[in-house]
Every structure is written in C-alpha cells, then in structure tokens.
C-alpha cells in the first residue's frame, strides 16, 4: 500500500492506460457481435459454428496474438491498435456465444404480445428483444471486462499492458511492493469496473428493480383476500 500512496500519479497514469486498452475493445466487440448474434439466434446451424469459431480464437494464446497480428495488419506489436484489435478478438469470441443466449432468455409471451399490438420485427427487437435481453448480456459483458483486464496485465510481457508494468519492472528490480501494488491495483480496478457494470444494468433495466416489490404486493393482496374470505 505505501508504493500505491507513494507513486500515486504514476499509478493512476497506468489505470487510465489499463482502461483504454481494456474497455475500447469491449464497445467494438458489442457492435460485432450483437448483430452477429441477432443474425445466428433463429439458426441452429449457425449457432453451433458461431460458438465453434468463437472458441477457437478464444484459445489462441494472447500473447502469439500480440506477436501475430501485426503481420496481419500491418501495425507494430507495441502499437494500441494492435492490442485493441486483439483483444476485441478474445471480448467478440465470448460475447458472440453470449447474445443469442441472451436473446433466448425474454420470455416468449413478451415477443407474442409485441407482434400483437402490430410491432414489425426489426422494432420487436429493438423494442423488446434488446432491452428485456439486457440483464443476462450484462452478466457476460462482466466476464468479459474482468478478462480483458487480466489480458492487458499479460500484455506487459512484451512491453505494454498498462498495471502489468508494475509486475514487470517490480520482478526486473526484485522490488516485491511494486509487484503487491499492481496486483492490488487491478483486482480493484477489475472490482469497481465490474461495479460500474452492475449499476449500469440496473440503470437500464428499471423494471427489474420493481418486480420484485410487486410481486410482495401481490402475495400481500392474496392474503388479504384470503383473510378476508376466512372471516
């Protein structure tokens, strides 16, 4: 703790680093794969090589990636565009499976009463699908935040990673406390970044906040009737 209090503005200089690299692949990955996954959620076929696909680039080594894909692209292995790219490839292979799940999750009786009402398909998507898919598509954007942020430390092997530095330059001068400081550093920022997410959700999903109070609404009538009906 007292390296974190001590080096504090390089530090933070390293968070906001760690969170470029580890959230601008996340966005990029929503815009892939949620259309992607609105295209392979009515395909059976085209689920099963979508999860295939998706798991094979999920086991490639990120560390090879790094080193790879600027031949690939044409861009230099320490450049920010290479590791966005790269782990906008790991954050689509796990959000890609993701969506349709999400999508199977809204209740069937939803989608009938928002063709009933005269809903065309692309507004009982964007309408209904969507939202109602929201709380289970944030469970894996969750997942997803914590492993990229994992991933950016890893990257510090081969010379970025923003908080991995600290792991790097601590083990290069035996320094134990730089070491301590950066683990502690990201499991924070993974904790508040899931946090952040947990909020966001809830935000954007307001009806399942109430539910549950009317549902006690509900068993609190039931017994009010039945007490009722007893007297």
């Known amino acids: 703790m007292n390296y ?17 690299l580890a959230l601008i692949p996340i966005v990029v990955a929503l815009v892939i794969a949620i259309p992607l996954g609105l295209a392979v959620h009515r395909s059976a076929t085209a689920r099963r ?6 798991s ?11 080193i790879v894909l600027p031949s690939l692209i044409d861009t230099r292995i320490l450049s920010d565009l290479n590791v966005i790219i ?28 928002a063709t009933a009402i005269g809903y065309k398909p692309w507004e009982r998507v964007v309408k209904v699908q969507l939202p109602l898919a929201i709380p289970v598509l944030v469970a894996s954007i969750r997942v997803v935040s914590v492993t990229n942020i994992s991933l950016v430390s890893v990257g510090s092997v081969i010379g970025f990673g923003g908080l991995g530095k600290l792991f790097t330059e601590g083990y290069s001068r035996n320094y134990t ?16 970044i899931d946090v952040v997410l947990v909020v966001l959700g809830r935000l954007a999903t307001p009806w399942t906040r109430s539910a549950p109070q009317s549902r006690w609404f509900r ?5 009010l009737v039945a007490q009722g009906a007893g007297a």
């Open 86 to 113: 790269a782990l906008a490839v790991y954050a689509t292979a796990l959000l890609v499976r993701s969506v349709p799940e999400a999508l199977d999750a809204v209740p069937a009786a939803s989608l009938d009463a």
């Open 4 to 20: 974190l209090l001590d080096h504090f503005d390089k530090v933070w200089g390293l968070v906001g680093e760690h969170l470029k």
């Open 49 to 54: 090589v979508t999860v295939i696909v998706g």
């Open 219 to 223: 068993r609190r009538e039931q017994r």
């Open 56 to 66: 094979i680039l999920f086991t490639v080594p990120s560390i090879a990636l790094f």
């Open 177 to 192: 406390d730089e070491i301590i400081a950066g683990i502690i550093a990201t499991v924070v920022l993974a904790l508040v």
